[in-house]
């Protein structure tokens, strides 16, 4: 994977983020519209060598606080519809603020989308001169399948191997909550952790697994209830070293 050469950002930086039809760290272009001559030079591939999106801590925010304080209003009638769809009667004691809370529990559920990389990372990362793997495992993760807008949970193991620079640990942690909290399938979420990092820090490699459930199977469809989905991205060394790759994979699994 070809990356660009790391330089300073301050938050106010933006870059275009979004690829011709999806984006891997970025949006659906339904959500964020961009000029036609940055279209025209992402489609040139003027700024990228791979499908991967460059750079993409720097992308916008797609939803503000005030976006939200807006849209309440219209989220809540949105259930109050479905309510009434689902044969009850929102005007029913124990429904009559139904809408509101479940309203408000979706923007929580997708915060993520109010969130940037960089304001995260921007003071977290630090010289140092250590090259050996790090590794945080066990992060729990909650998400909502953009398939049925059910939630998806689990677990996520990370590890990288330093060029010179590290991350504060707990911003790992941080890259998988503003990834996961939005409308997610599991492969795209661990992507985006692996190519967040290695854009922030620029490391010798990196190791994302995301082992997670995934209630549109447990709750409905083949109703399994002890299935597991288990996604990776291997990036760097941690995909060129088998050595590596398995040390990697120990070492979470131990």
């Given at each position: 994977m070809e990356h660009s050469k790391k330089t300073k950002y301050s938050p106010g930086d933006r870059k275009d983020s979004s690829e011709s039809g999806s984006a891997i760290n970025g949006h659906f272009d339904g959500l964020v519209k961009r000029?036609?001559?940055?279209?025209?030079?992402?489609a040139a591939g003027s700024h990228r060598g791979s499908s991967s999106v460059m750079e993409s801590w720097k992308e916008e925010r797609?939803?503000?606080?005030?976006?939200?304080?807006?849209?309440l209003p219209s989220l809540a009638a949105a259930y109050t519809t479905i309510l009434r769809g689902l044969g009850e009667d929102p005007e029913r004691q124990g429904l009559l603020k139904t809408p509101w809370r479940a309203a408000t529990a979706m923007q929580f559920f997708?915060?993520?989308y109010q969130e940037k990389i960089i304001d995260v990372l921007n003071d977290a990362i630090f010289d140092e001169d250590h090259d050996e793997m790090v590794i945080v495992k066990d992060i729990d993760m909650f998400s909502m399948c953009e398939h049925h807008l059910v939630p998806i949970f689990g677990r996520v193991h990370i590890g990288y191997l330093p060029n010179k620079r590290v991350l504060g640990l707990s911003k790992l942690a941080r890259i998988v909550e503003i990834y996961s909290r939005r409308?997610?399938?599991?492969?795209?979420?661990?992507?985006?952790i692996a190519v967040?990092?290695?854009?922030?820090?620029?490391?010798?490699?990196?190791?994302?697994?995301v082992e997670a459930t995934h209630m549109c199977m447990?709750?409905?469809?083949?109703?399994?209830?002890?299935?597991k989905t288990v996604t990776s991205t291997m990036l760097g060394v941690f995909r060129e070293d088998p050595k590596t790759r398995d040390e990697f994979l120990t070492l979470i699994r131990s």
């Open positions: 000029p036609a001559a940055a279209s025209q030079a992402a797609t939803r503000s606080l005030e976006d939200n304080e807006m849209s997708t915060k993520g409308l997610q399938v599991q492969e795209r979420l661990t992507k985006q967040a990092i290695t854009e922030a820090l620029q490391p010798t490699g990196v190791g994302v697994v447990v709750m409905r469809g083949v109703q399994k209830m002890n299935s």
